[in-house]
């Protein structure tokens, strides 16, 4: 696989997101990055100031989830978009950075809220040598 | 779906005999074509919520069923607590009491259509729409605990509506049993700046004019009149409903193995209604719902302030406020008796019929009003709860047209701007800060609610009353 990317997949109602990488780090770095995409294009969002996450949970793929909805719930209270992330995991803790700007309608065009990652579709393996993370979120 | 999959019952009604763990059958309720097109996810999921721990008499379908997370969007599913019946966030949904009310204004669309534009305008200046807006009130700690407890009985005692309003919200504008204390500071801290806000996807504020009426001794009962107009608010819990839908999938999903539950699925996460875990989820979902008839109690206020810039002696009383991502304790006659049950409807109406003694006064005789909504280039529809909706899926019916196209199909297929073009050709005004948002939310995307709503008719899930369509529309 190629180097590290994101992408939308079907789902009927709402929008799957689907990062991969070299590493599961990467493939939640990219991720996080396909859900910004649903809202607004990544591009259009200047990466000024950061915030920081923790998560824990039991498993990988609910970390996923959780760091995931850590994003949501920091769009949503910060009204800001993020366009650059940063990921390290440690056993079943996740330490995650963000870095964006409070949103503004006529430049970004925010197209949906997100109201929270699902665990539809849900899932983080190895394919190929590449990570995946992927799970449906719902808008 | 393959129709050989079920057992037909009659034109309408569709049966999954019970197997493998499903300790109830399933049933769905739509015509042939419906059945047909229906994701196959739907039968894998009506399936999965038979097999939950104390559910009672069968798992449901609406005819506007689709794929949901865990139950599918369209399910109904009642559980007995004495059986070790679950709570499900996800039969409830991320957005907790998403719902629908409906105002009559009394104007004849003829005068609606001689300001259309500047209703639109001013009517999109003053409700709050779409990604990052703010309402206009900030709730301090204490506040948020009021409004959480009151719903929209708080919104009235702060001066957003009329008393009177209450009497025709379900739960008379107040669920009982609302514990703001389960509710997390992160889903407080949410919904801070949001409250009196529309929200985005297929959130709308439309006006729509009445079309054709159905029957005439109901419509005269709700005030409708063909030639007028009516204002239909789609909206829910915002950002405390999603938040609390989110941590509570979660602790639900830890928490199902320690009850011995074994999911098929992990978004069927549930707890027993008797634990710690269903009854935290228990006070902090009605809290949600307080939430969510607060605020359709506030954009009502601000809906008919904006009227009243143009039509200062308009009244809009509100029709009925219906809710459609909910749980709620409610008595129900199974097997010829009566029973108590927690009904889980996620994407469905209540549909209480006439004489129901949950019913304000004014819809004893005709049932509850049953509010449809379409898309924003379609009709919405008005229908009427049944006595025989009590025996069909314990009093509940359908919830609106349902997806049938992704949001990344519609978007390849469909231009914002092109579609609000299209759609002001066809006299219907379309106000969004997102272009993008509408053309995901294309009329196009979704089923015909037509089809749907005729389908709920036909089953005597709910009767028809009336047929709106849109004029202006306010998209998040």
């Not at chain 2, 009243?308 to 749980?327: G, I, K, M, Q, R």
């Not at chain 2, 009427?384 to 992704?406: I, L, N, V, Y």
């Amino acid at each position: 696989m190629a180097g590290p990317g994101w992408e939308h997949f079907h789902h009927v109602a709402d929008i799957g997101v689907r990062g991969h990488g070299a590493t599961v780090e990467e493939a939640f770095v990219q991720a996080a990055l396909a859900l910004t995409a649903v809202i607004a294009d990544p591009a259009s969002v200047s990466p000024q100031s950061g915030i920081s996450v923790e998560c824990e949970a039991p498993d990988r793929e609910l970390l996923l989830v959780d760091w995931l909805n850590a994003i949501v719930y920091e769009m949503a209270v910060r009204s800001m978009l993020f366009s650059r992330f940063a990921v390290t995991i440690t056993g079943q803790r996740l330490h995650g950075q963000a870095w964006g700007e409070r949103v503004d309608v006529s430049r970004h065009a925010p197209a949906v809220e997100v109201k929270g990652a699902t665990y539809t579709a849900l899932r983080v393996a190895q394919e190929g040598g590449a990570w995946v993370a992927q799970c449906v979120v719902d808008v | 779906m393959d129709l050989n999959l079920f057992t037909r019952h009659d034109e309408y009604r569709w049966q999954i005999n019970p197997r493998g763990r499903m300790r109830v059958p399933a049933v769905l309720f739509a015509d042939e074509r419906l059945i047909r097109e229906m994701d196959d996810k739907v039968y894998e999921q009506v399936t999965n919520v038979a097999t939950l721990p104390g559910i009672v008499q069968a798992s449901y379908a609406m005819p506007d069923a689709h794929w949901g997370y865990g139950f599918p969007i369209g399910g109904v599913a009642a559980f007995a607590p004495e059986e070790g019946g679950v709570i499900s966030a996800g039969g409830v949904g991320f957005d907790i009491s998403c719902g629908v009310r409906t105002l009559v204004t009394g104007i004849p669309a003829t005068e609606v259509l001689a300001v259309q534009k500047e209703l639109a305008m001013v009517l999109y200046r003053a409700i709050p729409a779409g990604v990052g807006s703010t309402g206009g009130l900030r709730l301090d700690a204490h506040e948020m605990d009021a409004m959480l407890s009151g719903g929209a009985r708080w919104a009235v005692a702060r001066g957003y509506g009329r008393k009177e309003d209450l009497l025709r919200i379900e739960e008379h504008g107040e669920m009982s049993g609302a514990e703001p204390d389960e509710v997390s500071d992160h889903a407080k801290k949410r919904q801070r700046d949001e409250m009196g806000t529309l929200g985005s996807g297929n959130h709308y504020l439309e006006v729509q004019q009445v079309m054709e009426i159905y029957d005439a001794k109901t419509a005269a009962a709700f005030d409708l009149r063909v030639g007028e107009v009516v204002v239909g608010i789609h909206c829910g819990s915002r950002g405390l409903g999603h938040q609390i839908g989110t941590e509570f999938m979660k602790r639900m999903a830890m928490a199902a193995g320690r009850y011995g539950i074994e999911l098929p699925d992990r978004e069927l996460a549930c707890a027993p209604l008797a634990s710690p875990e269903g009854r935290a989820y228990l006070g902090a979902m009605r809290a949600a719902i307080n939430c969510a008839l607060a605020n359709r109690q506030i954009l009502t206020h601000l809906t008919r302030a904006a009227f009243a810039e143009l039509f200062p002696a308009a009244d809009l009383a509100l029709l009925y406020d219906v809710s459609h991502n909910t749980c709620k304790f409610e008595e129900h006659v199974v097997e010829g008796r009566i029973r108590q049950l927690y009904i889980h409807r996620k994407g469905a109406t209540r549909a209480f019929g006439p004489g129901h003694p949950e019913l304000p006064e004014v819809f004893r005789d005709t049932g509850q009003p049953v509010l449809i909504g379409g898309t924003m280039g379609t009709e919405s529809y008005i229908l009427a709860g049944t006595a025989e909706s009590e025996t069909r899926a314990f009093s509940s019916a359908c919830h609106g047209a349902g997806r049938a196209m992704s949001r990344h199909a519609a978007l390849k297929k469909w231009r914002g701007r092109q579609l609000v073009d299209e759609l002001a050709g066809r006299g219907i005004l379309i106000r969004s800060p997102s272009s993008r948002g509408v053309a995901e939310e294309a009329p196009g995307a979704y089923k015909d609610v037509s089809a749907v709503v005729e389908a709920a008719h036909q089953a005597g899930l709910a009767r028809k009353v009336a047929r709106v369509e849109p004029l202006a529309c306010i998209k998040g």
